[in-house]
């Protein structure tokens, strides 16, 4: 007899699932925080002087600091959204699961990026009344450079899980191929944001084009497209489970 879903040790899709909606989550309460609260997009040139950057914190002193606490709470959701991802990179990886540890140690580092960005801009909010407006524009470009310069660590998960899929050996795989080019693609899209230090002006500024504005958008698409992947394998793998039930797992044994 097939155990309820709460006490089946192999999987709880409720968990799961809830995990894999904390993605999405994420991009909305960032959107919130990033576009009518902050008012940060568009994004602030960084051309503009001490003295409009101090203006520009000042005048929406309140609306900042609330947009930025809502991101930091939003910045947590990058683990448990990952740590799906993390789980099905090692079903697919056979052997020493090398890729699945590597993984792991840049889920890690991508948390706290999301929590030092929303951290700089509400320093600057805080006593931008007060404070030198040098000050408050350091606050604001430290801000940004977490935001777009914190970039190789994301790329390298997105490599390391194509080449995941790309070594899959399961029958049925799990992810069809095209998800591993889609990955390498949203990798290379993060590299323009290496070029913030060298440009002021430009695509390559960190208020560009190519640095932050098309990476975001492709960012926001890897999430929804791998968002609606996650569930569908989930799915996927209760349907199995109940249709065998007596039958061990076929996964890995646990890291």
Known sequence: MMLPEHLDPRLNPKIQRAMVWSGPLLVVIMLIGLIPLTGFIPIPSPLLTSDQIATMYTERQVAIRIGCALM????????????VIVMWMRRMES?????????????????WPFEAYPLSWALAAFRSDEIAPDTTRM???????????????YALFCYMFAAAILHDRNTPA?????????NVFCGLALTPGILIAFFK?????????????????????WIVVMTR?????????????AAAPSEPSSA????
């Open 174 to 182: 799990i992810f069809p191929r095209w998800v591993a080019y889609l």
């Open 139 to 153: 606050l604001n470009d430290a801000g940004w450079y977490f935001f777009v310069f914190t970039w190789p660590p």
């Open 201 to 221: 002006t430009g695509p390559f500024a960190y208020n560009g084009i190519l640095s932050v504005y098309i990476p975001l958008a492709v960012f926001f698409v």
């Open 229 to 241: 992947l996650m569930l569908k394998a989930i799915t996927v793998e209760q349907a199995r489970l």
């Open 252 to 255: 890995p044994a646990a890291i």
């Open 72 to 83: 930091m709470i939003a910045g947590a959701f990058w683990a448990s959204w990952n740590a």
């Open 95 to 111: 052997g020493y699961p090398s890729l699945t540890f590597a993984s792991l140690c840049c889920v890690g580092y991508g948390i």
